[in-house]
C-alpha cells in the first residue's frame, strides 16, 4: 500500500489523496461477495496507482487459489479470467503506469508460486497486454483520453470486453465509455441516451438493438477474433 499523498503539489493541481489501507478495505468490505466473485468487474474511475484495484484482485486471487491450485492450467484460466475483470482510469499517467505494475507483480507473485514450472511467458505476455487495455490514462469526468499535460483530447476512452468462451478462447470487444456509461444510467430511455451523444462523432452509430430483448444496448466499436489467450496482443 502506497502513502496517501506524494507531493504537496499533486495535492494542490489535481486533489491526489490515496485511500488507506483500512478504509480501503472497509469500503470494499461492503460489496464482499462481488470483490471474491472471480468474473465480477470493478471499475475505479479515480484509480491512482491501484490501492483499490490491487486489494480486488488480491481477494480474487484469493479464491481463484482456493478453488484450483491443484491444476495449474485451471489456476492460469480463471486468474486470467480475475485480471480481464479489473478497470481503471487516471488523469496521471505515471499513476496509470505504476497501477499496471502493481498489479501485474501481484498475479505474477501468485501465478508463479501456484503453477510453478508450469508458468510460462506467453501468459504473462497476455497479462500484461490485458492491463493495457483496462488500466488506462484518461479523464473520468469527460470520458475522454488526456495528453501528457492532462488536457482532454478528442479520442474517447475505449475499454475491452474479455470474454471466455469455450476452453482456452478469447474474445475480445471494445467499448466507448462514455456509451457504456449512458446505458447505466438509463437503461429504459433509448431517447435519453442518445440526446446524451448527439454530435456527428457519436449518435445512434454507438447503440445497436438487442435481438433477444428489443431494448438499446452499446454497439462495440471494434470485435475481434476468437483468440487463445496466451496470443493476445501478438497479432496487434
Not at 501468485?110 to 487495455?133: G, P, Q
Request: glycine share 4%; charged share 30%.
Amino acid at each position: 500500500m502506497t502513502k496517501q499523498v506524494k507531493s504537496k503539489q499533486r495535492v494542490a493541481e489535481h486533489g491526489e489523496v490515496f485511500t488507506a489501507e483500512r478504509e480501503v478495505n472497509a469500503m470494499l468490505d461492503l460489496v464482499k461477495d462481488e470483490t471474491e466473485r472471480i468474473d465480477s468487474r470493478f471499475l475505479e474511475p479515480a484509480c491512482g496507482d491501484g490501492n483499490f484495484l490491487t486489494e480486488i484482485l488480491r481477494r480474487k486471487l484469493d479464491v481463484v487459489k482456493k478453488r484450483y491450485r491443484k491444476s495449474p492450467s485451471d489456476f492460469e484460466k480463471f486468474s486470467i479470467i480475475a485480471i480481464t475483470s479489473i478497470y481503471g482510469v487516471d488523469i496521471l499517467a505515471d499513476n496509470v503506469v505504476e497501477c499496471r505494475k502493481r498489479l501485474f507483480a501481484q498475479w505474477n507473485k501468485a501465478y508463479t508460486s501456484v503453477c510453478k514450472e508450469a508458468a510460462n511467458d506467453d501468459c504473462r505476455t497476455c497479462v500484461a497486454f490485458i492491463l493495457e487495455r483496462n488500466i488506462l490514462c484518461g479523464n473520468a469526468l469527460t470520458l475522454k483520453k488526456v495528453d501528457e499535460n492532462h488536457e482532454d483530447m478528442l479520442e474517447p476512452i475505449i475499454f475491452s470486453e474479455w470474454s471466455l468462451t469455450t476452453g482456452t478462447m478469447i474474445q475480445r470487444r471494445d467499448f466507448r465509455l462514455d456509451v457504456l456509461m449512458a446505458e447505466s444510467a438509463d437503461q429504459n430511455d433509448y431517447q435519453a441516451q442518445l440526446s446524451l451523444f448527439d454530435d456527428e462523432a457519436n449518435g445512434a452509430v454507438n447503440w445497436e438493438t438487442d435481438p433477444e430483448t428489443g431494448k438499446p444496448t452499446p454497439k462495440p466499436v471494434a470485435v475481434f477474433p476468437l483468440t487463445d489467450y496466451r496470443r493476445l496482443g501478438k497479432n496487434e
